[in-house]
């Protein structure tokens, strides 16, 4: 994804995305006072009150003839992703009775060993 000179404001930077019909997002980049304007005016909002909506992680309407029609700080979304990918990969894994490696959490106790859920009914004899 190209990254774009972000938006600053007093508490951090921003990339503003908007959102394609395709549900994908797309970085606004020398648009971005034009969709900034738009979400002032479908939002009812001054400038501050978006980009502080924008900062908490909220999406903001800038249109409202169509779902899609929202804008969202990239640069928050991105962290959240990493966070999330971080937590996946700290999860312990086990490997079963039944030969699959599972996250811990996930492992079954059946009559015929340690299951994942997958086989469960069948190492349950």
């Known amino acids: 994804m190209k990254h774009t000179k972000p938006l600053t404001n007093e508490k951090n ?3 503003l995305q908007y959102q394609l019909a395709t549900g994908n997002w797309v970085d606004c980049g020398a648009r971005t006072e034009e969709f900034l304007a738009l979400c002032e005016e479908f939002s009812k909002q001054d400038r501050e009150g978006v980009l502080s909506d924008l900062a908490a992680g909220k999406k903001v309407r ?3 003839s169509d779902w899609y029609s929202v804008c969202r700080d990239g640069e928050y979304y991105d962290a959240r992703l ?3 990918d971080q937590a996946r990969a700290n999860t312990p894994m086990r490997k079963c009775s039944c030969g699959h490696t599972i996250a811990e959490n996930l492992v079954m106790s059946a009559s015929m060993g340690t299951s994942c859920p997958d086989c469960y ?3 349950s004899d």
Do not use: F, G, K, L
């Open 13 to 15: 930077t921003m990339r």
């Open 62 to 64: 800038n249109d409202r």
């Open 82 to 84: 990493a966070a999330h």
């Open 121 to 123: 009914d069948r190492m």
